[in-house]
């Protein structure tokens, strides 16, 4: 069986700081990877995802994860956050080559302050 | 840009009574999902749809849920009989599905609570 395992639930930075939130995960096959972010009241919305290639992989407002299989690890990076960057942030994995469900890590409720 | 949505956004119901909540996917997408997040914990994936039937479902997912895409663009999970630990949010999802792209595009959620 798959898992997820996010290894900050809160994270309290100023902005500008940087950014690095661990994920790893456990599967015994290919898998896809992505983050996910859930803004305060809002959905859940992709931010970026990994399928194969290029292991360092750039998402949205500046995010970007680097898929490093020999450590199962998907952490999610920025160099520099932002007061708006304040939101739930979620890693998930599911099987190369299927449509599975998705399974989530149990989030990273990261808060910066201006 | 197309976006998933969800109704209603807030339902609450006695225990023992039965709810439907309602997801309209992506139109061109093919491959549906629901998911549960109980407060505080981790959203949890319940069931996936494809070709109308269900391709795949998780433990949590038992006699008590049904899904049913009862016409072109609905896609519903239906709870029968509604029990306290049923209180979560329940996230629709879709996907296109279309080889190794399996990007999952989440609507809104219900906050569903049950007294």
């Known amino acids: 069986a798959q898992s997820v395992s996010q290894h900050n639930h809160h994270v309290i930075l100023s902005e500008a700081a940087s950014l690095e939130l661990g994920c790893n995960y456990s599967?015994?096959?290919?898998?896809?990877l992505f983050w996910y972010v859930q803004y305060p009241g809002q959905h859940l919305q992709l931010l970026l995802k990994?399928?194969?290639?290029?292991?360092l992989v750039k998402g949205i407002k500046g995010f970007e994860a680097e898929f490093i299989k020999s450590k199962f690890s998907f952490n999610l990076r920025k160099p520099s956050v932002q007061w708006s960057d304040t939101a739930e942030y979620f890693c998930?994995?599911?099987?190369?080559?299927?449509?599975?469900?998705?399974?989530f890590g149990k989030g990273t409720h990261l808060i910066i302050q201006p | 840009e197309p976006e998933v949505t969800q109704t209603p956004s807030h339902q609450v119901t006695q225990m023992g009574q039965e709810v439907i909540l309602r997801c309209v996917p992506i139109?061109?997408?093919?491959?549906f999902y629901w998911y549960r997040q109980i407060l505080g914990q981790k959203v949890e994936f319940l069931v996936s749809?494809?070709?109308?039937?269900?391709?795949?479902k998780s433990e949590i997912f038992d006699d008590q849920f049904s899904v049913e895409r009862p016409d072109g663009s609905n896609f519903t999970l239906k709870i029968r009989s509604t029990k306290l630990e049923d209180s979560a949010m329940y996230f629709c999802a879709s996907s296109s599905g279309t080889a190794n792209q399996e990007t999952q595009y989440f609507g809104p959620g219900t906050r569903l609570l049950v007294l």
């Open positions: 998930a994995v599911n099987a190369r080559g299927g449509a599975d469900g998705l399974t």
């Open positions: 749809f494809y070709n109308n039937e269900i391709s795949e």
């Open positions: 990994y399928f194969s290639g290029d292991p």
């Open positions: 139109s061109n997408h093919l491959y």
């Open positions: 599967y015994g096959g290919t898998v896809n």
